[in-house]
Every structure is written in C-alpha cells, then in structure tokens.
C-alpha cells in the first residue's frame, strides 16, 4: 500500500509562485497515473494536473492551470512535484496528490478514479 506524503505548501502573495512535492513510500509510483487535486472551502475537489509515470510524456492540465502549472515526476526518487506559478488569489486550496490506475490516466480524472490520496498541503494566495 502506498503512502504519500505532500509538503512545499503555503503563503504566496498573488503573481508569486511555490512548488509541491509529494514524496510516495510503501509501493512505486513507476507506471501508474499519478495526479494532483485541489479543493477550496465549499467547492468539489477537482484534478490540477495528472501525469502517466510510465513514458511521463502524457500529462493534463486542468483550464485553470494550462500555462502556469507544471508537474513532473521523479520514479528514481518515488516523487511527484508540481509548481505553480503565476498564482491568483482562486488558486488558494488545499492541494493533494493521489495514485490513481496502473499504465494509463483517465482522459477526465475524477477523484474516484484514484485510490490513494496525501493529507493535502495549504496553499494560500493573497492579493
């Protein structure tokens, strides 16, 4: 069972940027869809970004985050990151990273398609 752990979380004043990293232990990230979700006070979680571990060529973006989010992994490492630039006042969530199927991501990654999840990191933008 795989464990992760995200950590790089927290206050930013708007245009800044910060970077996240999620550390997995307990079972590779190797050739499974690892993502990142957000959830802001009183909004469904919804998926930031996701990337297939396997060839790391194939990633998605959400709307939101095309063009000023970037997420990359590291198999040797077991480590998933992502960096948000450019960040708005909206990008202020708590941010999780999640495993989701083996040698593929879903083309619409809803969070019931992924089985484990971190604790989250805060991630607050101010204006």
């Known amino acids: 069972q795989v464990q992760l752990v995200e950590s790089g979380g927290g206050s930013v004043q708007a245009g800044g940027s910060l970077r996240l990293s999620c550390a997995a232990s307990?079972?590779?990230?190797?050739?499974?869809?690892m993502a990142w979700f957000r959830q802001a006070p009183g909004k469904q979680r919804e998926a930031v970004a996701t990337?297939?571990?396997?060839?790391?060529?194939?990633?998605y973006y959400s709307a939101s985050g095309k063009g000023r989010f970037t997420i990359s992994h590291d198999n040797a490492k077991n480590m998933v990151n992502l960096q948000l630039d450019s960040l708005k006042s909206e990008d202020t969530a708590i941010y999780y990273c999640?495993?989701?199927?083996?040698?593929?991501?879903?083309?619409?990654?809803?969070?019931?398609?992924?089985?484990?999840w971190g604790q989250g990191t805060q991630v607050t933008v101010s204006s």
């Open positions: 999640a495993r989701g199927f083996q040698y593929y991501c879903p083309v619409t990654p809803l969070p019931g398609t992924f089985q484990y």
């Open positions: 307990g079972d590779t990230i190797k050739w499974y869809c």
């Open positions: 990337v297939y571990t396997g060839d790391g060529s194939s990633t």
